[in-house]
């Protein structure tokens, strides 16, 4: 078993950043790819990102490439995602998620979920 605990959501207004951060226990932390998903109230929860093991791959949907960054840190079992000119579409409830394979859904585990709100 994987347990996934995200952090840093909140309140921020448009333009605005955050940091979501992701903490990692239970298995080797390096042997899991991981990935950032987002889901909104009606909608299905959607891919935001991905990082591959070493963290030198990345992959990201298009409503967020040139504004987030998603990187990990192996030593610390964490995974990050820099949230940058925010948007109020991008209010949501953000989730971390790990898999032993590259993904884009349907990952092994998931966290709890934090809440983004952009306010205008």
């Known amino acids: 078993q994987v347990q996934l605990v995200e952090s840093g959501g909140g309140l921020v207004q448009v333009g605005g950043s955050l940091r979501l951060s992701c903490a990692a226990s239970?298995?080797?932390?390096?042997?899991?790819?991981m990935g950032w998903f987002r889901q909104t109230p009606g909608k299905e929860r959607e891919f935001v990102a991905t990082?591959?093991?070493?963290?030198?791959?990345?992959n990201y949907a298009d409503f967020v490439k040139g504004r987030f960054t998603i990187s990990r840190d192996n030593a610390k079992n964490t995974v990050d995602l820099q949230m940058n000119s925010l948007k109020p579409e991008d209010t949501a409830v953000y989730y971390c998620?790990?898999?032993?394979?590259?993904?884009?859904?349907?990952?092994?585990?998931w966290g709890q979920g934090t809440q983004v709100t952009v306010s205008s």
């Open positions: 998620a790990a898999k032993r394979s590259y993904f884009v859904k349907e990952p092994d585990y």
């Open positions: 239970g298995r080797t932390f390096s042997n899991y790819f």
């Open positions: 990082i591959n093991l070493s963290g030198s791959v990345t």
